[in-house]
């Protein structure tokens, strides 16, 4: 007598994870606590300045990282955990670890960027603009006004 084979006997093949028994929810304090490991596992985060709440599925991250991409890390790592339905990230970069970064305050080309656009011919790359006459100043241009010649 044949087995039956029971694996490969499904109707519809489907992706069934994440869906449990009717009623079943998985407990805060088990959510928060595979959060917490899989943040401690992970190698590419320091999660030393990390917070975790969770209400009801709902996933709050508090504190502070060392960039912005490991606000993302974060974020992502708390999503893939099994009964998470929503994560609030309010999660900080250290604003020491990125102060000297092209985009960030204080940045070395700071300074450079704001003279290029305080004159846009830069930005253009054409000459620059003549400078403007002072008040009162004569100028040597004279000026046509109508279409005659």
């Known amino acids: 007598m044949a087995r039956y084979d029971w694996q490969n006997d499904r109707p519809t093949p489907g992706n069934y994870r994440g869906v449990g028994p009717r ?3 998985r407990s805060d304090e088990r959510i928060r ?3 917490g490991d899989r943040l401690t596992d992970d190698p590419r985060l320091d999660a030393t300045g990390i917070d975790v709440s969770v209400a009801q599925g709902e996933v709050t991250l508090t504190g502070t990282v060392g960039h912005r991409a490991d606000k993302r890390v974060a974020e992502d790592i708390a999503e893939a ?3 998470v339905t929503h994560v609030q990230n309010d999660l900080r970069a250290d604003r020491d670890a ?3 970064s092209v985009t960030g305050p204080g940045a070395p080309a700071q300074a450079g960027m704001v003279a ?4 846009s011919s830069m930005v253009l ?3 620059p603009l003549p400078a403007e ?3 009162g100043a004569r100028s040597d241009r004279t000026e046509r006004v109508g279409g005659g010649e």
């Open 23 to 25: 009623g079943y929810r």
């Open 33 to 35: 606590e595979d959060i």
């Open 81 to 83: 955990v099994s009964g």
């Open 98 to 100: 990125w102060q000297g």
């Open 116 to 119: 290029a656009l305080n004159n």
């Open 125 to 127: 790359g054409k000459a």
């Open 133 to 135: 006459p002072e008040a």
